[in-house]
């Protein structure tokens, strides 16, 4: 997709665009079957692939069926994380019974509960390390990692000081114990694709 030459002037003018110029520029340049997101302060695309969606739909129907239908539980949607322009697009996530939108009409990452992030090749170091960092730093209870690639799950609660405190590495088909979080279930994995 082309971007505008009034685009480009205001970017160059700009030597630092904030997250909100960043991610106005990812609705004009992230092809149709692209999810793009800002993590610390770089653009990032990765094609959407029917493996992520299955992994991210399994866990989607578990929470909803834990949780309830009126359950605030989002795919894809805006979450500005602590760190250099991080303006993130969860595979999933889900919200606080109590949360609200900020007078610009985002969720805040303080009324987060649980994250779900499923591997892409061209993205997975940003789950693995960047998005991880900033997800520790945002004080999320719980982050889950689902590699396709490798049959499995990484687990990461208890955040303190900015990092995770407790770390467990599942494979597809064992269960995942959050009995112990803010979640307190534990959600099946056995459905999970592979790549």
């Not at 480009?8 to 149709?32: K, Q, Y």
């Not at 959407?48 to 992994?55: A, D, L, S, V, Y």
């Not at 805040?108 to 993205?123: M, N, P």
């Not at 990692?145 to 064992?174: M, S």
Request: proline share 5%.
């Amino acid at each position: 997709m082309t971007i505008a030459m009034t685009d480009r002037t205001e970017m160059a003018e700009n030597d630092e665009p904030g997250s909100d110029e960043m991610f106005e520029l990812l609705h004009e340049i992230v092809p149709e079957g692209y999810k793009g997101e800002i993590v610390g302060g770089a653009i990032h695309m990765a094609p959407q692939r029917g493996t992520h969606w299955e992994i991210i739909g399994e866990v989607f129907l578990q929470l909803k069926q834990h949780f309830g239908r009126r359950s605030r539980i989002m795919s894809d949607v805006r979450l500005d994380l602590p760190g250099d322009r991080n303006a993130f697009a969860p595979d999933l996530f889900k919200l606080s019974d109590d949360a609200e939108q900020d007078a610009k009409g985002r969720w805040r990452h303080q009324d987060v509960e649980f994250v779900l992030e499923v591997i892409s090749q061209g993205t997975a170091d940003n789950d693995y390390g960047k998005k991880k960092a900033a997800y520790a730093a945002g004080d999320v209870p719980v982050y889950v990692i689902a590699d396709p690639y490798t049959g499995q799950c990484q687990v990461h609660t208890e955040p303190k000081d900015g990092e995770y405190r407790a770390n467990r590495t599942l494979d597809f088909g064992d269960p995942i114990d959050l009995t112990d979080t803010v979640l307190g279930l534990s959600l099946t994995t056995q459905a999970f694709p592979r790549d």
